[in-house]
């Protein structure tokens, strides 16, 4: 019984069919294929229901799941363990936020991927809120402040930011002073999110109001250009625009909190070693150049 037929087992059932799993692995369904008729017939028993709508657990599929799960973790494990220092082997699936990712978190993981040459590194960049369990990745770099979850998360840097508007917006609505007035005002959001701000020791919390929304920061930044509302945004994202003057800061006595950048990573025991290596590459850069950290 080869590993890769396992690992490719879990993919298939996690993914929920050969096609997804097959994207996942980086290999053609037909390899996907060939390896779980191979670990079907060694076993002597059917893993997987297959039909024209998709693949499906059996009974005995659900249950030895978790075993080959668990045996290609410990394998996994094991490589770590005697590989050489500073050696990373196998695969990493990353999830970026699609705001400033590409410009900001992509030259890290490029660097990473340089001084690991045995590593694949897969990254997808989607504000979207990544499942890590259900799509199978290792880890994701999540900004903001985040939600209470099962999920365990290491902060590698600080995240600056504003409420901004446009001089237009500013001058047909005016510029609200108050957290009372912020909450009267158009907010351009990401969808039904809160507001934080500061009043000397204490955080307030506020929940906009707004027409307005995107699952991407770059899109929030054009709807403030445009004049459409208030936008809460990372430094990195507005400096250009307030320096131009197509931007200025609003709630100047109430600003927000400084939020984090963080690697998420599913519950478990341990990081594995390639999990570490990223984050502490991640904090490196971040004290190496702060305005890494400026992101969506």
């Known amino acids: 019984m080869e590993i890769e037929e396992l690992r490719t087992f879990v993919e298939v059932a996690d993914a929920g069919g050969v096609s997804p799993a097959a994207q996942r692995l980086g290999v053609a369904k037909s390899i996907v294929s060939r390896r779980l008729l191979r670990l079907e017939a ?33 394998v996994d494990a094991a490589k770590e363990m005697i590989s050489p220092a500073g050696e990373l082997r196998g695969r990493l699936r990353i999830a970026a936020p699609l705001s400033f990712g590409p410009t900001h978190f992509a030259p890290i993981i490029a660097e990473m991927a340089q001084r690991h040459p045995e590593l694949h590194i897969q990254t997808c960049y989607t504000d979207r809120f990544v ?33 901004v508007a446009s001089p237009g917006y ?20 990401q969808g039904t999110e809160a507001w934080q701000l500061t ?51 609003v709630m100047l006595r109430h600003q927000p909190p400084p939020a984090g950048a963080y690697v998420v990573r599913p519950p478990g025991q341990h990081p594995s070693r390639k999990i570490k290596a990223l984050t502490e590459l991640l904090i490196e850069s971040c004290e190496r150049d702060p305005r890494t950290a400026q992101i969506v």
């Open 42 to 74: 060694e076993l002597g028993v059917q893993l997987l229901a297959r039909s024209t709508r998709g693949t499906a657990l059996t009974e005995a599929g659900a249950i030895f799941r978790d075993y080959a799960a668990r045996v290609c973790t410990e």
């Open 131 to 163: 499942d890590l369990i259900a799509e199978g990745y290792d880890c994701a770099i999540r900004v903001g402040y985040l939600p209470d979850s099962t999920l365990i998360a290491r902060r590698v840097g600080p995240i600056y930011g504003k409420f």
């Open 170 to 189: 500013v001058k047909a609505h005016g510029s609200p002073e108050t957290p009372e007035e912020l909450v009267t005002h158009q907010a351009l959001m």
């Open 199 to 249: 009043d000397g020791d204490k955080i307030l919390t506020v929940r906009p109001q707004g027409r307005f929304k995107a699952d991407n920061g770059t899109a929030l930044l054009a709807a403030a250009v445009a004049g459409l509302g208030i936008a809460y945004l990372p430094d990195g994202l507005t400096d250009d625009h307030i320096a131009s003057g197509t931007l200025v800061p």
